[in-house]
C-alpha cells in the first residue's frame, strides 16, 4: 500500500485538500511530484539513509516532499515552525540533513538562517516566492521525470522530541531496506483499531511537523482516503469541515475539544458532526469532564490512545471501555508494561511510578547514548520509558499521572500538578492553565497555577480567591496552587502541548533545580 499504487487504480481522487485554500492535490499528482524529487535528491547525490531538513508551515508542497524522501530511502525531519534560527540550526546539524526546504511564510526565520547557521547543508529551497540564497522550489522541481526513480527503498521520518530538559533529541529507527509499499504497524493499526480505508476522509487540524498528524495522514494516504489539512486549528472552522466534507476520521489534542466546548452551546451545536466514525485524541491527558461531554455531544465515536515517536509502546481504548475505566488512557496492545519505582522495582497494581514497556523497540536518541541509556530499566534491557509517571488497574489499564520532569516536590512530598490543571480548566472563566512549581526557601518548592482567562477583565484578586477556593473545594490542599498568577496567552505548541518550561523559567531564573 503506497500512494504511487492509489495513483494508478485511482489518479484523479484526492490525496489531500488543504482546508482555507481548497487547493487539491491528486493521488496522480502526489505520485508524479514525489518521483520528480526523488530524482532531485540522487542528482544532488543524496542516497540511501541520507537525511533532508523541512521547515514548513502546513501547505500543499509538505506530503510531496515527505512522500518523496520516503520512496528514496532517506530520513526526513520535520521541524516545528515556531523555532528560533538557532533552534532550528541545532536540529538540521544534529539530523546530519544535507537539503533544506522552507516556505515564504517562515521567510523572517530562513532568512536568519545564513550559510554560517546551516554549514553543512548543500542546498536550500524556498516554497511559494523568492529569498536570497534559496532555490525556487518548483522551479527546482520541474526538469525532473515524474517516473520513479531505479533504486526505491523506504525511508522514514526522524522526528525530535520537545526537550522539556536541554536540547531536543531525535528518534531515529533503522532503515529497514524494505519496499516502498510495505504497510508498517500504523497502517495495521489504522485499520484494525480504527477501521480506516479508502473511503477514509481525515480531518487533520494540527501541524504536521508533529509525529501524529504526519504519520496518521501519510497511513491514510497508504490506504488510499482522502485527508483535509487545516492550516490553522480554529475551533469553529473544525466543526464547519466536518459538516462540509462528511470528515469520517479525525484527530485531535485535549485543548481543542476544551476550545470547542467552550463555544457557546446554540453555535457549536448548529453542525452537523454525524459523518464522524472516529475521533482520536492523543498527546496529553484529557480531563475526565472534558471527555465526557465529548462522549455525551459526538457519541460514542472518541477513541484515545497512548504513545510516543520512540514506538516502543501503544496504549488505546474506545469510547465503551473509557466509560468503564474513565482517566485510563487504555491498554498497552504492542507491549507489556510494567509501573517501577525510583530504583526499577516493580509496584503493585494502583500505586503510581515510573511506566515501562517490554517490548523489541530498538529506539535510540540520535547522538545521545546518555539519553538513550535512561530510557532503558536498569535491569532489564528490553524495558523502555518515554518518563511518564503513572498506574495500572487490576485489568491492566493505563493512567497516566504526570510526566516525571514535571512533578513538584514540596517539603517532601511528591505533588502531579495534573490534576490541579484538568479541574482548574473546567472553571467556565478559565481559558487554559498551567500547574507549576516556584521557589519557596522553606519548602523548595511551592504550587502555582498561571491562568489565561477567558476575559483579561476578570483579573484580580477576587477572581484569585475564586480559583483558588474551586480547587480546594475538590482536591487536597497539598494538591491546590497557594497563588495565581494570570497571563493574557500561554505557550501552547500548535499541537496542544504546554511548553511549562517556559513558564517555569520565568520564576527559577539561573537557580541550580532538578525542576527545568
Known amino acids: 500500500m503506497h500512494p504511487t499504487v492509489h495513483a494508478k487504480t485511482t489518479p484523479d481522487k484526492a490525496a489531500y485538500i488543504m482546508a482555507a485554500t481548497g487547493e487539491t492535490v491528486t493521488y496522480k499528482e ?8 526523488a530524482h532531485l535528491f540522487r542528482d544532488a547525490g543524496l542516497k540511501t539513509g541520507d537525511s533532508i531538513a523541512i521547515f514548513m508551515e502546513n501547505n500543499a508542497r509538505y506530503y510531496e516532499i515527505c512522500w518523496a524522501a520516503q520512496r528514496a530511502g532517506l530520513y526526513y525531519t520535520a521541524i516545528p515552525s515556531r523555532l528560533t534560527a538557532g533552534e532550528v540550526a541545532y536540529i538540521v546539524a544534529d539530523c546530519g540533513a544535507r537539503l533544506f526546504f522552507t516556505s515564504t511564510a517562515l521567510a523572517p526565520v530562513g532568512e536568519l538562517i545564513s550559510g554560517n547557521h546551516l ?9 511559494g516566492g523568492e529569498m536570497a540564497g534559496y532555490e525556487d522550489f518548483l522551479s527546482a522541481r520541474a526538469p525532473y521525470p515524474t517516473t520513479p526513480i531505479a533504486d526505491e527503498t523506504s525511508g522514514v521520518d526522524m522526528l525530535y522530541s520537545s526537550g522539556t530538559t ?22 495495521g493499526l489504522a485499520m484494525l483499531l480504527y477501521g480506516m480505508d479508502n473511503n477514509t476522509i481525515y480531518l487533520s487540524p494540527a501541524p504536521l511537523y508533529h509525529a501524529a498528524p504526519l504519520r496518521w495522514s501519510m497511513s491514510v494516504h497508504r490506504l488510499g482516503g482522502t485527508v483535509v489539512v487545516m492550516e490553522h486549528f480554529d475551533a469553529e472552522e473544525s466543526l464547519k469541515l466536518i459538516q462540509k466534507h462528511k470528515i469520517s476520521h479525525s484527530q485531535w489534542v485535549p485543548t481543542m475539544f476544551v476550545r470547542m466546548l467552550k463555544m457557546p452551546e446554540d453555535a457549536r451545536k448548529q453542525y452537523d458532526v454525524s459523518s464522524l466514525k472516529v475521533a482520536i485524541h492523543a498527546a496529553a491527558p484529557c480531563p475526565v469532564p472534558v471527555k465526557q461531554q465529548m462522549i455525551e455531544w459526538w457519541g460514542p465515536v472518541i477513541f484515545e490512545y497512548y504513545a510516543g515517536s520512540e514506538g516502543n509502546g501503544f496504549c488505546a481504548l474506545n469510547s465503551e471501555e473509557w466509560l468503564a475505566h474513565k482517566g485510563s488512557v487504555g491498554k498497552a496492545l504492542n507491549a507489556i508494561t510494567h509501573i517501577c519505582d525510583d530504583e526499577g522495582n516493580e509496584l503493585p497494581v494502583g500505586e503510581a511510578g515510573t511506566i515501562y514497556f517490554e517490548s523489541e523497540s530498538n529506539f535510540e536518541y540520535y547522538n545521545d547514548p546518555k539519553k538513550t541509556a535512561e530510557s532503558r530499566h536498569p535491569q532489564h534491557p528490553t524495558w523502555s520509558t518515554l518518563g511518564d509517571i503513572g498506574k495500572l488497574d487490576a485489568e491492566g489499564y493505563v493512567y497516566l499521572t504526570d510526566r516525571k520532569a514535571f512533578m513538584i516536590i514540596s517539603g517532601g512530598v511528591n505533588i502531579y500538578p495534573q490534576e490541579a490543571e484538568n479541574l482548574l480548566v473546567m472553571h467556565p472563566r ?78 527559577w531564573g539561573n537557580r541550580d533545580s532538578k525542576i527545568v
Not at 120 to 125: A, G, L, S, T, V
Not at 166 to 182: F, M, S, W, Y
Not at 489 to 500: A, D, I, Q, S, V
Open 166 to 187: 536541554g536540547r531536543p533529541k531525535g528518534v531515529r529507527h533503522a532503515l529497514t531496506g524494505a519496499p516502498i509499499d510495505e504497510p508498517g504497524a500504523l497502517v
Open 430 to 507: 478559565v481559558a487554559d492553565v498551567a500547574v507549576i512549581g516556584v521557589p519557596n526557601e522553606d519548602f523548595g518548592e511551592e504550587v502555582k497555577a498561571v491562568v489565561q482567562p477567558v476575559n483579561w477583565s476578570d483579573v484580580g484578586p477576587e477572581f484569585e480567591a475564586e480559583l483558588l477556593e474551586y480547587c480546594r473545594s475538590q482536591l487536597s490542599a497539598i494538591k491546590c496552587p497557594r497563588s495565581v498568577d494570570f497571563e493574557e496567552e500561554l505557550p501552547r505548541h500548535p499541537t496542544g502541548k504546554l511548553y511549562k518550561r517556559l513558564i517555569r523559567d520565568r520564576y
Open 119 to 127: 554549514p553543512k547543508i548543500e542546498r536550500k529551497f524556498i516554497v
Open 30 to 37: 502526489l505520485d508524479e511530484r514525489s518521483n520528480q524529487l
